[in-house]
Structure formats: C-alpha cells, structure tokens
C-alpha cells in the first residue's frame, strides 16, 4: 500500500526536497544567508518554503538554518523598509462560534466552535500591552472602531475563502442572528485604514485566494497589504486549532523579547517541532501553516 504524501512525513519530504532542488539550492549554495525574503509569483504561492526539506538523505528543514519571510513585490518591499516601526501594542480577537449557522446559501461556510481561539489570544497578552475582545465583544464593529489606536492586529477566527468570487471571502466576527453584518469581506478591506506595524490572521484559509497572472493572490492578506498593514503573517490551509495557539504564543513571546517577525516565527516553528520531533505533530502540516 502506498503512502499518503500528505499524512506521511518521509514521503512528502522526498518531493518537497525536489522543489528545494530546483529553486534554492543553486542560490543557497552561493550565499551565507540566515534569512531570505522570498518574491513569489504564480503556484509558488502555495508551497510553505519553510517546510522544504534541504537533506538528501533524512530531513532537515529549511526553517531550521533560515528566517523567512515573504513579500509581493521588490517595489513593495522597498516602500515597506521605508516605513517607521509603531509601538506593538495588541488588538486581539477571538469570537465564539456555536455551529448553528451556515453562511448564506449553504456553501460559503459553517462557523464551527473554536476551542482554543480565546486561550491563544489571553496567552499573548502576557508578552504585549494591549485590549483583547472576546466572545459577543469580538464584532465587527469594535474592529474597525479601534483599529487606530494599534500596531498589532490579531485575528484568531475563521476565514472562509470564495473560490468563485473572491472578493467576498471573508473573516467572521461575533456571531449575532444576522451573522452577515459581522464578517468582514475582502472587498471592505479596501475601504479600510489600518495603520498597523502587523495584521496576524490566525484563521483557516487566510492566504489563500484566487490566483491571477501577475496579480499575485485576491485574498483577505493581500486585502490587509492594500488597506496599510506593514506585515501580514497568514495560514495557507486550514488550521489545527491546538497546534496554531502553540506557535503564536511562542511568536509572540519572541516578538516581545526583541527578535524581527521573521526570526521571531523562526524560533516558534523550531521550538515546537522539536517538542513534537517524535510524535505526529512535527508533521508540517502542524507548524508551517505561516
């Protein structure tokens, strides 16, 4: 019986070792560099370049000698290395959801129970000053009414991504009977000022979007990039809820004693991968999803 590549960790490290192969090693090799910033275009912007495997024999991932982090353009990376850093205070989010609704014709998304949402945000508010909204609290409303006041913005909820018509995937606030006046849509975002230093998007599906040639991703990051967040740091599939609150209280951790997002996400990923080396959660799919 052949394995699933997507369950077994040797089989998916023979193909992503492939990849790396043919896009980085030649560079690589080259360049004594602990941290790459990485231009994507096209497919490329699905592959989890941390999870790459560098070792022809075993597995060695690229995270674990490399910093990573991604930009859409030369040009936006010029103009965002420009910008001054704010002070990082968090904004935080983490809505209730029971189950019971389906947003609107049935296929556009189910808003599950997340347990862990609200124990992810109250631990990263023991590394950073800031106001975390929980529950009914979490809205729409007190999103955009506070989002000046911030240089972080995280987001721990669900996204729900509209193969069909992109610009109206979505991210869900507090649920209320009319749950459509509590999600925030792609195409609001570009009628939005957030002037934050980071926007973490802590939901399934976040990076995700429809695919465009020379136009990168329509989705709920790019939608942040376009309406003034200096750095997004997003999921490219949908999360494990446990496995996601575990690294971002260590990115966050990291953030507050002085490392770079890069570096500070680095060492969240390494750290629980090492806790987890031995068990099935050092499966990428568990802490690569950034």
């Known amino acids: 019986m052949l394995a699933d590549p997507k369950s077994d960790v040797s089989v998916l490290s023979k193909s992503t070792h492939k990849i790396y192969v043919r896009l980085l090693e030649p560079i690589l090799k080259s360049e004594n560099k602990t941290q790459l910033i990485i231009i994507t275009d096209g497919l490329l912007n699905y592959i989890p370049f941390a999870a790459l495997n560098t070792a022809p024999e075993g597995i060695s991932y690229l995270t674990e000698k490399h910093a990573i982090s991604y930009v859409n353009s030369a040009t936006l990376l010029s103009e965002l290395r420009q910008r001054q850093p704010k002070e990082l205070s968090v904004l935080a989010f983490a809505p209730s959801f029971d189950g019971t609704i389906t947003v609107s014709n049935g296929n556009r998304g189910q808003l599950l129970p997340l347990p862990n949402n609200k124990k992810e945000v109250e631990q990263i508010l023991t590394s950073f000053n800031g106001r975390s909204y929980i529950d009914k ?59 934050a230093d980071l926007v973490t998007l802590s939901a399934c599906e976040s990076g995700l979007g429809d695919l465009k040639r020379g136009e990168g991703f329509m989705s709920l990051a790019r939608g942040f990039f376009y309406s003034g967040a200096t750095s997004i740091a997003s999921t490219l599939w949908k999360i494990n809820d446990a496995s996601t609150t575990a690294l971002m209280h260590g990115f966050y951790k990291n953030l507050s004693m002085g490392d770079t997002k890069d570096v500070a996400l680095q060492k969240a990923q390494m750290e629980f991968l090492n806790i987890n080396r031995q068990n099935g959660f050092s499966h990428p799919y568990y802490w690569s999803v950034l």
Not at 140 to 162: E, M, R, Y
Not at 163 to 181: C, I, V
């Open 137 to 195: 609290e979490a809205s729409l409303l007190n999103f955009k009414s506070q989002l000046s006041s911030f240089g972080v913005v995280h987001l721990a909820t669900h996204a729900i991504f509209d193969d069909t018509a992109p610009e109206y995937s979505y991210l869900a606030f507090s649920q209320h009977d009319n749950t459509t006046e509590n999600l925030l849509y792609v195409a609001d975002l570009y009628n939005l000022k957030i002037d």
